[in-house]
């Protein structure tokens, strides 16, 4: 059971980072800068 779970995590950052440098790419060429603003969650 870990394994499996462990094999999804594995192939769900893929895609993330996947989709991510993808997105970070088509805002480069848009001429965008990135920033990266980190606020805690409220919890509820």
Do not use: H, P, S
Request: aromatic share 10%; hydrophobic share 45%; glycine share 2%.
């Amino acid at each position: 059971m870990v394994k499996n779970n462990f094999e999804v995590d594995v192939k769900v950052k893929c895609i993330e980072a996947i989709v991510n440098k993808t997105f970070v790419q088509m805002l480069e060429v848009l001429g965008y800068d990135i920033q990266l603003i980190y606020v805690k969650r409220e919890e509820e």
